[in-house]
Nanobody, 126 residues
Framework: QVQLVESGGGLVQAGGSLRLSCAAS????????MGWFRQAPGKEREFVAA????????YYADSVKGRFTISRDNAKSTVYLQMNSLKPEDTAVYYC???????????????????WGQGTQVTVSS
């Protein structure tokens, strides 16, 4: 069992930055693929970024590539999402997710993750 708790959301002006954190409990963090997803009102949950177990490989949605950076600290059981050059369209609830078996072909699909955090709101004003 893995419990995930996100933090770091808030209100920021366009062009600003935020750093989200997701702290995991349980013994399987270092063996889990970690992902960040977001969901805006009236829209489906969408993939933002993912990172492999070692942190050596990262994957991004085209909409955030070059602006967001995912990283992890296995010693702290925490995954991060550094968000720069934020845009109003980045406004959403951001969720972290974990799964031990999701692969590169399926990591962009929310249903493939077993564990989810409660989400943190990110609001970008224009």
């Amino acid at each position: 069992q893995v419990q995930l708790v996100e933090s770091g959301g808030g209100l920021v002006q366009a062009g600003g930055s935020l750093r989200l954190s997701c702290a995991a409990s349980g013994r399987t963090f270092s063996s889990s693929i970690m992902g960040w997803f977001r969901q805006a009102p009236g829209k489906e949950r969408e993939f933002v970024a993912a990172i492999n177990r070692s942190g050596g490989s990262t994957y991004y949605a085209d909409s955030v590539k070059g602006r967001f950076t995912i990283s992890r600290d296995n010693a702290k059981s925490t995954v991060y999402l550094q968000m720069n050059s934020l845009k109003p369209e980045d406004t959403a609830v951001y969720y972290c997710a974990a799964d031990r078996f999701v692969g590169t072909a399926t990591m962009r699909i929310p249903i493939n993750y077993d564990y989810w955090g409660q989400g943190t709101q990110v609001t970008v004003s224009s």
